[in-house]
């Protein structure tokens, strides 16, 4: 299973752009990346999905480059309501995506 | 669209009791998962189940738990007897399938344990 590495915290003001990254250098040929954000008292929410280049929806963008070794996740105009904890899986139809690893996740604190 | 449903919200327990939870996955999502959260970690798979059969339960331990999901819809997580190191977030998930390029879990707001 590709283990993926990020950031324990971020700090960021109202209105900023906040890019994540995650390593995951053992990244396997059919995985995909994946990115869930969790708040306080709630269980974690689908943010984005990609394989490579890039995905953008309504929430974010995500950005994979060519070797696939790291991805970024990509938060415009952050407000405070974006404060949570941002966990990046790695994980696929071969590799198991039932055995996705959420890792600490990355703490962002959104200030005024 | 109904969310991930699950209860009780809070329980607080002694040590040695016993204690179950419930969870009601979103309609037509033939997957479900029982995840753990210990404070300031990230979730834990325990249990997965395909419809009623179980997927991976490698990291459920089962001298303790169990979980069943009759009829491939709801389903139970046990704990018995609980221990102080049990106090955790449980969370109920589930997805569409296994094995989809785009799989997706949708989670519940999860059940929180105190164990004293």
């Known amino acids: 299973l590709a283990k993926t590495t990020q950031p324990i915290s971020m700090d960021s003001y109202e209105g900023q752009e906040v890019n994540i990254t995650c390593s995951h250098n053992?990244?396997?040929?059919?995985?995909?990346i994946t990115w869930y954000q969790q708040f306080p008292s709630q269980g974690p929410r689908f943010i984005i999905q990609?394989?490579?280049t890039k995905v953008t929806n309504e929430v974010a963008s995500l950005f994979i480059p060519a070797d696939r070794k790291s991805s970024t996740l990509s938060l415009p105009r952050v407000s405070l309501s974006d404060t949570a904890v941002y966990y990046c899986l790695v994980g696929g139809p071969n590799t198991g995506f039932q055995k996705l690893v959420f890792g600490t996740g990355t703490r962002l604190l959104v200030s005024p | 669209e109904a969310g991930v449903a699950q209860s009780p919200r809070y329980k607080i327990i002694e040590k040695r009791q016993s204690v179950a939870f419930w969870c009601n996955p979103i309609s037509g999502h033939a997957t479900l998962y029982w995840y753990q959260q210990i404070l300031g970690q990230g979730p834990k798979l325990l249990i997965q189940?395909?419809?009623?059969?179980?997927?991976?339960d490698s990291q459920l331990p089962k001298d303790r738990f169990s979980a069943e999901r009759l009829k491939g819809v709801d389903s139970t997580l046990k704990i018995q007897p609980a221990k102080l190191e049990d106090s955790a977030v449980y969370l109920c998930?589930?997805?569409?399938?296994?094995?989809?390029?785009?799989?997706?879990?949708?989670f519940g707001s999860g059940t929180q344990l105190s164990v004293l």
């Open positions: 053992n990244i396997a040929t059919n995985d995909y």
């Open positions: 189940f395909q419809n009623n059969g179980v997927v991976d």
């Open positions: 998930a589930s997805s569409l399938a296994v094995g989809q390029t785009n799989e997706k879990l949708f």
């Open positions: 990609g394989y490579k």
